[in-house]
Nanobody
Framework: QVQLVESGGGVSPSGGSRKLSCVAS????????IGWWRQAPGQEREPVAE???????LYADSVRGRFAIETDSTKKTMTLQMNNLKPEDSGVYFC????????????????WGQGIQVTVSS
């Protein structure tokens, strides 16, 4: 199993900055992708930023240029630097990963963290 634990949530003013962290643990063999999704009240969960194989980074149009994702070489530690925050960035942020485990190294499954609240006040 793979556990993902987020931290760094809280309340920020509009225009402010916040950094989220996600740490992956467990019997991890390989992390293929890792990233952040968010869900606002009454809305579907949506992708925010993701690091994919080849060290490429994907960003939602709404956050490109304001958010930056970083990972260590193993992708077990990930941060999301959020700058120039807007009220519409508010929501529960989830860490998501596609990973394999030591007992099944060639099979990749999707894992989610519990989520962490980010609120941007207007």
């Amino acid at each position: 199993q793979v556990q993902l634990v987020e931290s760094g949530g809280g309340v920020s003013p509009s225009g402010g900055s916040r950094k989220l962290s996600c740490v992956a643990s467990g019997e991890i063999e390989t992390i293929n992708t890792i990233g952040w999704w968010r869900q606002a009240p009454g809305q579907e969960r949506e992708p925010v930023a993701e690091k994919i194989p080849g060290d490429h980074e994907l960003y939602a149009d709404s956050v490109r240029g304001r958010f930056a994702i970083e990972t260590d070489s193993t992708k077990k530690t990930m941060t999301l630097q959020m700058n120039n925050l807007k009220p519409e960035d508010s929501g529960v942020y989830f860490c998501k990963s596609e990973a394999s485990t030591k007992d099944s190294p060639f099979r990749f499954f999707t894992y989610w963290g519990q989520g962490i609240q980010v609120t941007v006040s207007s």
